[in-house]
């Protein structure tokens, strides 16, 4: 396969031990976790001691062909600052980290500061975790403003999935304006499947905003492979945006427990709704532009013992 590919949106922990608005995450067996109020198969039933390791991701990703991946994080899945510095000096090629901090405690600008000097080139902040049932933290706060001027100044890149429903654009749009020079990418294909997700896209009209498409499988489950649903929606923010404001994303591993990692790009592929040179920016290129990969493997395809 001549296409590069690039996850932008992806997660890597070796642990669930956390909680969030008071209700706990916790590894159980068998791929499967206690969520919050119910027990769900958050990975494969094969990844049987809950690790997401990097090393099975490679394995997956050599297997599907996929170049490059960029780890963001979640709350739900607890910070995981120490071992993603270990994966990226690990495999300092075929992965960009993001750092993360509790943006719940007052003082995480100093976090940040630290996590950049420390060498992580991004920052994520799940923004749709920040409501909480008795509050929420503001993306527009002093010390958010704060640590997104740092951010700027140094070039560092923001992950920031935003709730459904516009909730936080007017937030977001504040930041965008008074930090015009932040790289940030918005996760979760805006929210594709909730109304007025539209607007989430258009925030890509913006020069240093780009769109990633992680969850965008789960987004559209219902409807199930090969996504025409979701193939549309990327032909309608193509037609809003344009092709090179685009990415990519899995949002691995959750959305694996429905289909097969190489299944949450390759009905891009197959579509006949997107032209080559829209396939060739969404899948990889406008990734690896942004991120900076470079000396991505070339990943030959291996036969399947069923073909």
């Excluded at 937030?171 to 979760?188: S, T």
Aim: glycine content about 8%; aromatic content about 12%.
């Amino acid at each position: 396969m001549d296409y590069k590919i690039i996850d932008a949106h992806s997660h890597l922990w070796l642990r669930q031990d956390t909680s969030w608005n008071g209700m706990p995450v916790r590894t159980l067996k068998n791929g499967r976790s206690f969520f919050l109020t119910e027990e769900v198969q958050m990975v494969p039933p094969f990844m049987i001691d809950g690790v997401n390791s990097a090393e099975v991701f490679l394995s997956n990703m050599n297997y599907a062909q996929v170049g490059g991946a960029v780890v963001v994080q979640e709350f739900i899945d607890g910070i995981q600052n120490d071992y993603l510095a270990k994966v990226k000096s690990d495999y300092p090629e075929r992965f960009f980290v993001f750092g993360m901090c509790d943006y719940f405690k007052p003082g995480f600008y100093d976090t940040a500061a630290l996590l950049i000097d420390s060498g992580f080139k991004g920052i994520a902040i799940p923004g749709h975790r920040l409501i909480l049932s008795d509050g929420r933290v503001n993306l527009n706060s002093p010390e958010m403003m704060k640590m997104f001027h740092l951010m700027e100044d140094k070039g560092v890149i923001l992950s920031l999935c935003l709730a459904e429903n516009n909730l936080q654009n007017g937030e977001i749009k504040e930041v965008i304006e008074e930090c015009p020079r932040l790289k940030i990418a918005i996760g979760h294909f805006g929210m594709v499947t909730a109304p007025g997700w539209e607007d989430q896209i258009k925030l890509a009209l913006n020069d240093n905003v780009m769109i990633e498409s992680g969850g965008i499988t789960w987004l559209f489950n219902k409807e199930f492979y090969p996504f025409n649903g979701a193939v549309r929606a990327i032909r309608e923010a193509i037609d809003m945006v344009g092709a090179d404001k685009l990415m990519w994303g899995s949002d691995y591993p959750r959305t694996i427990t429905a289909i097969t990692y190489k299944m949450s790009y390759d009905f891009i592929l197959k579509t006949n709704d997107l032209t080559d040179r829209e396939k060739r920016l969404f899948l990889g290129e406008n990734a690896e532009k942004f991120y900076g990969f470079n000396n991505l493997p070339d990943l030959p395809y291996v036969k399947n013992m069923s073909e």
